[in-house]
């Protein structure tokens, strides 16, 4: 064992009698998804039946603590609505729930291992396709599955890799790193660890990290942060609980944070408020980037981003001030056709001040696992890799990013251009309710398909409408597992507690399948076995991971000053020049602007005016609420129950003039970006003063589980995706799901017939 | 026993339903029925730039202060959840001391 690693010190092993029960400690991810894994104690009776998960009060990422989504989990995993064994449905069949017919595992392998041999044997390993979701724990399965079989279009359902993707990209191609904030979390001792600083400053950037728990950071660290004394600048269209406690609020018309970036920047360089040291040591293309923040005037700014030109330099002030400034930033910035310039923008702000690898600043985090990209690309043959689908059309997809495009996929499916695609294996995503866009055009494209396998805890709209097989998945107390997803990873295990039935996990089911498909490429006869090669680096094996865990890996701060960011050992940072770029040559050398520049969001009252006359509202999608996980936990009675309707939430004075009130069914009716098409979905109406009279926001994932299977179950009516186009910008990662136009109307009988 | 109280430090509780949930889960509550409930105070602006935007906790009849977690030396389940650390159960002395330390609390007597 590596003796570098801190381990928490336990009274009792992870596994223990508590009277008539048995207590098991682990993580809790997932399903039902997450991207966290907060620490939790699942107890059982001797049988193997769950009886409650509370928060491990021991767990140092967690403390103790759990979002609703966790506490409810006994009620998720003894759902009715679980899938409890493989099951088959003719093709012909497709969409008719009553069609299925329960089989064994070893049937379901069997037909699967046939067809898509079938498929590998007359159109090539590219033709199946493999897709992935968020939040359940899967990339590195699902890529090896992928990559083993010998298919290089493994990807997310998600249009331009439009979450967190593009700023880690965007950081790469900067700083040769990915950056999170410092709440101390890379830390066994947490807040109490000498060499950690609590932040002065926290800049929430187009996150609510309260209630998101996203990207690997439990939203509260901010609230323990603030309790120590950080301070608080929020980027957000709503006025959050978080901006409510702000020092500086900028409430952002949808879309415009590049500029506002742009201009803080601007601020700084004016005001001389930028750390002259640390950009003069470790950054380059600082004349380049002043010159081109200079286009960035608060003033202008301010009046097309619907802010005050005063809170952009009293939050440039106070960000520039801060000794440890964290830039907590959130899923807005990938959600624009423009992405990556949004991301460079707001990266920048954390380079020119200095906030870079410090304490109470921004930290590389640690990885056992570097999942992001999958695992096992090397079991892809070479002249298999030069046929993903994406490069051609994107120059980001040849550099480093290992999974294929969506766009380009729905196309080839529809086209058979430039071959045909046959085949779907559809793992932890439900892609006509969330993540992927134009519901409609995707399934009539998925239809097309010979062969589609569904691997999914619950039945969902996705695949009662398109699955041929369906594989049940279990839930993380049901499967042991590894936690080594986003943020600052930790060993830290999933432990099994409770009897599966007739489930199997994500990783079984690959392990298995892999086995079949490419005995080399999964050398391992027990999932367990498979964890213990990931942990290999860490001189661990899995079972001792689990004794020994939560364990956290040896962390210093200022890496670029000791060489330890460089594979050379050079002091600097990992890109071309060594140093911070904030004029980026790596984004030249893919033909993209080489330093950020504000796009308008490609539907917007400035880009589209006529458009915006008939579609008078600037429409936000994707606010996240207590109770959900994307187009998860619908199924779950308590909490539904917290917020169990899609709603819009519009101002006083909005609701006034369309002359409709609380509660009220709404349509949201808008443009699917510039393609002249129009389409719309279902809100009720939620009247809040927390947002501007000209913006409206609502929360996305929408179905009803309840609703009726050959409706399925009423997505159509009620996911806001449809608003969007497949297709994304120019780098192919970011695509607009945040910043669209709609009008909104009552939902009538006369209307309604859908 | 009859001297517990709840002590609330309702500066920094986030409404993030986390004591509601643990409640009705630990005590098989059906949906609407809650042994702890929190309330919105807010949103709403005043004086250009300030908000007025709280969340306040309350224990309800159905609330047994988790006797037997206390007993079993443990946190009761909605403190151990807070997701901000905001509420407290203890000996209603001792926490009217506490109280007198930091503004923004609230102490509950069931
Ligand atoms: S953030 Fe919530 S759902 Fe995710 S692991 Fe933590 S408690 Fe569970
Ligand atoms: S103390 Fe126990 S019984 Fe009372 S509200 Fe909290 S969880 Fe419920
Ligand atoms: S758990 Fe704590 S922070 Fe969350 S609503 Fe309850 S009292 Fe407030």
């Not at chain 2, 042994?35 to 224990?59: A, C, F, H, R, S």
Request: proline share 7%; charged share 20%.
């Amino acid at each position: 064992m590596d003796d570098q690693y801190i381990f928490v010190e336990h009274d009792k092993p992870f596994r223990y009698e508590d009277g008539e029960t048995i207590v098991t400690r682990g993580s809790a991810w997932s399903a039902p998804g997450c991207h966290l894994g907060c620490g939790v104690l699942i107890r059982t009776d001797k049988q193997g039946n769950l009886i409650d998960v509370e928060g491990d009060p021991d767990n140092p990422f967690n403390q103790g603590r759990l979002c609703v989504r966790c506490i409810a989990t006994k009620e998720a995993v003894q759902s009715p609505y679980r899938l409890q064994y493989p099951m088959k449905r003719d093709k012909a069949e497709r969409g008719n729930p009553d069609a299925w017919q329960e089989i064994s595992w070893d049937e379901a392998y069997d037909t699967i291992i046939e067809e898509f041999n079938n498929v590998k044997e007359n159109y090539g390993a590219e033709a199946v396709t493999f897709w992935e979701g968020t939040g359940r724990d899967i990339s590195a399965w699902i890529s090896r599955l992928a990559w083993s079989f010998g298919s290089p279009n493994f990807l997310p359902s998600l249009n331009g890799l439009a979450c967190y993707g593009p700023r880690v990209y965007g950081c790469f191609t900067l700083s040769g790193s990915f950056w999170v904030g410092d709440y101390s979390q890379q830390f066994a001792d947490r807040y109490d660890n000498p060499q950690w600083k609590c932040p002065e400053v926290i800049l929430v950037w187009g996150n609510n990290p309260v209630v998101a728990n996203s990207d690997g950071a439990f939203g509260h660290w901010a609230t323990d942060c603030m309790k120590r004394g950080s301070k608080l600048i929020v980027v957000d269209s709503r006025c959050t609980w978080l901006a409510a406690k702000a020092e500086v609020w900028l409430q952002v018309r949808p879309g415009t944070d590049a500029a506002v970036a742009l201009a803080m920047a601007n601020v700084m360089i004016e005001e001389d408020l930028y750390d002259k040291e640390f950009v003069e040591l470790w950054c380059t293309g600082l004349d380049e980037y002043s010159a081109n923040a200079a286009n960035y005037a608060p003033e202008d700014v301010a009046e097309y981003a619907w802010v005050d030109a005063d809170d952009i330099r009293a939050a440039a002030r106070m960000y520039a001030a801060a000794d440890g400034g964290v830039i907590q930033w959130g899923v807005v910035l990938d959600q624009k056709d423009e992405a990556i310039p949004s991301c460079q923008a707001v990266a920048a702000l954390m380079m020119i001040t200095g906030n870079i690898d410090n304490p109470g600043g921004m930290i590389k985090p640690p990885e056992v696992l570097m999942y992001l990209n999958g695992w096992g690309a090397e079991l892809l043959p070479e002249e298999q890799a030069a046929k993903k689908l994406g490069p051609n059309k994107y120059p980001f997809y040849n550099a480093g990013v290992a999974v294929a495009a969506a766009d380009v996929v729905i196309e080839a499916i529809e086209t058979d251009q430039p071959y045909p695609i046959k085949a779907a294996w559809i793992q932890t995503t439900n892609l006509l309710a969330c993540m992927g866009v134009d519901p409609e055009r995707t399934l009539e494209a998925f239809k097309k398909l010979d062969f589609i396998v569904g691997v999914d805890p619950y039945m969902n709209p996705t695949l009662q409408a398109l699955a041929d097989i369906m594989l049940p998945v279990c839930m993380f107390p049901e499967r042991s597992g590894i936690r080594c997803g986003d943020g600052c990873q930790r060993i830290e295990t999933i432990n099994k507690a409770v009897d599966p039935g007739n489930t199997k996990s994500d990783m079984q089911i690959n392990l298995e399948l892999g086995k079949r498909f490419n005995p080399e490429g999964w050398p391992w006869d027990t999932v367990e076995e498979m964890f213990s090669n990931i942990y290999g680096s860490t001189g661990l094996t899995f079972e001792e991971a689990q004794a020994a865990a939560p364990g956290y890996m040896p962390f210093e701060y200022y890496k670029y000053k000791s060489g330890k960011l460089r594979p050379d050992g050079s002091p600097g940072f990992n890109t071309p020049s060594g140093r911070l770029e904030l004029w980026s040559g790596m984004m030249a050398s893919f033909g993209l602007d080489p330093l950020p520049i504000y796009k308008e969001p490609s539907v917007s009252p400035y880009s589209t005016p006529e458009l915006y006359k008939d579609f008078p509202l600037v429409l936000t999608t994707g606010a996240r609420r207590w109770n959900t996980f994307h187009a998860e936990n619908r199924q779950t009675p308590h909490l539904r129950a917290m917020h169990s309707e899609p709603a819009v939430q519009m101002h006083p004075d909005t609701a006034a003039s369309l002359g409709v009130s609380e509660g009220e069914w709404v349509w949201l009716e808008g443009p699917k970006g510039t393609t002249g098409d129009v389409a719309r979905a279902k809100r009720v109406v939620e009247i809040t003063p927390i947002i501007d009279p000209r913006v409206v926001s609502t929360d996305h994932g929408w179905w009803h589980p309840e609703g009726d299977p050959k409706k399925l179950y009423d997505v159509m009516d009620l996911n806001i995706n449809k608003l969007m186009p497949w297709g994304c910008g120019p780098s192919g990662i970011g695509a607009n799901y945040k910043s669209l136009l709609c009008r909104i109307y009552k939902v009538e009988e006369r209307n309604s017939h859908v | 026993m009859s001297n517990r109280a709840m002590l609330v430090d309702y500066e920094w509780c986030t409404g993030c339903h986390s004591c509601e949930l643990s409640c009705q889960m630990k005590n098989n509550l059906p949906v609407g029925q809650f042994g702890i409930k929190i309330t919105e105070i807010g949103p709403w602006q005043y004086d250009d730039k300030k908000w007025q935007y709280t969340y306040v906790p309350m224990i309800t009849d159905q609330c047994n202060m988790c006797a037997d977690r206390i007993e079993a030396g443990k946190m009761p389940l909605c403190v151990q959840h807070c997701q901000s650390g905001c509420i407290e159960i203890g000996d209603v002395e001792q926490l009217k001391l506490k109280m007198t330390n930091k503004s923004k609390q609230l102490l509950i007597q069931p």
